[in-house]
């Protein structure tokens, strides 16, 4: 625990996971209720949370017709500590918005996740919430396996930017709550929409500490995803970590 001082008052995190997307790109398939490995996606990723000490509530965000179900969902897995479900927006910095304003005025931390990454695990979330405390900012991400080329307009490579400084940026993204407020309130009143919360804090001059992620912590996107987080969980079913 991050908080070895036993009279330090421990931080109270609220995680804001985001459900609300519409699947566009997954061909029919609602993959927030897909049984990965038997479990749904939305609910493996609440699970990680649930069992981090470090998170104070859990807020969950997903599309308005889906909210009766996943109260039922959490009543199931008894995850006592999802406070409330709430109705996401048209995109996702709407989405992050609703949730935010259901989180406890106690926040001191807001700890933001896509819900489409159900392999997160406690360890990450919790790393990432101490170096938010450090910081005020942490974000998880792990660097790039990839050489990464820059393409001018006509298709043509313009140039190759140094590997060793690239990360690919993942979730949790955690901030402490008044530098995330200030942030959200500057990009509404300039009409800037942002598709990253490090982006928003960026935007503020404030730096965002990389934390540690994993490289299965991927985010489900297309259909092949969900074919390549099932190898996960497969792969991993034997050491209990997933």
Not at 4 to 25: F, H
Not at 86 to 102: F, H, L, M, T
Not at 149 to 174: E, Y
Request: aromatic content about 8%.
């Amino acid at each position: 625990m991050f908080w070895k001082n036993k009279q330090e008052k421990q931080p109270w995190v609220s995680a804001v996971i985001v459900a609300a997307g519409q699947c566009t790109r997954m061909n029919g398939v609602d993959k927030q209720q897909y049984p990965l490995g038997g479990i749904p996606v939305v609910a493996r990723c609440i699970r990680e949370f649930h069992a981090c000490a470090a998170i104070s509530e859990i807020i969950l965000v997903c599309r308005v017709n889906d909210i009766a179900s996943y109260y039922a969902l959490m009543r199931e897995y008894e995850f006592l500590r999802v406070r409330q479900i709430v109705a996401g927006g048209d995109i996702r910095q709407e989405s992050v918005r609703n949730g935010i304003a259901a989180c406890d005025e106690k926040a001191d931390y807001y700890a933001i996740h896509d819900g489409a990454r159900p392999l997160v695990t406690a360890q990450i979330i919790e790393e990432c919430i101490a170096a938010a405390v450090t910081h005020g900012a942490a974000a998880a991400g792990v660097p790039v396996k990839d050489t990464i080329k820059v393409a001018s307009p006509d298709g043509f490579v313009s140039n190759t930017p140094d590997r060793s400084g690239l990360f690919a940026i993942q979730t949790p993204q955690i901030f402490e709550v008044q530098l995330y407020k200030r942030a959200m309130e500057r990009a509404q009143r300039d009409g800037k929409v942002y598709t990253d919360d490090c982006q928003l804090i960026e935007e503020t001059g404030h730096r965002v500490f990389i934390s540690n992620g994993d490289y299965a912590n991927i985010k489900i996107t297309t259909p092949e995803d969900l074919a390549i987080a099932g190898a996960l969980v497969d792969l991993y079913k034997g050491d209990n970590l997933m």
